[in-house]
């Protein structure tokens, strides 16, 4: 689960870049809103470590990808909106599996025995 989800994360971010940048962006020379992936990467470090709070930013971030998407999907035409049904495909699994590693996270925490002071 978290193998696939780093791998839909750097998938997300290479179709933003490569969709803004030079497969269909939405005007000659707009190539800087291939800029949105920066976020993603940003949380990728984060996302190896042992940390849930990286995790937990993604599950928000992640969703709007996911209304991009849905809007530009409903709104435009041609490889555009082919382009905006694979980044809704991506960013729904990628907030499922996200949602999924934050809840066994939580449920391995929840599960190991807190050490207090004695007595």
Known sequence: MRAAALVLTVALAVLCMLWEAWLAPVRPGAWLLALKALPLLMLLPGMLGPRLRPWQW??????????????????????????????????????????????????????????????
Request: net charge positive.
């Open 58 to 119: 993604m599950s928000l971030l992640v969703l709007a990808y996911l209304c991009e998407g849905l809007v530009r999907a409903t709104s435009e035409s041609g490889p555009s909106a082919n382009l905006a049904w694979a980044e809704v495909a991506l960013s729904l699994t990628l907030f499922v599996l996200v949602l999924l590693e934050c809840r066994r996270r939580l449920r391995a925490a929840a599960a190991t025995p807190v050490s207090g002071p004695p007595g």
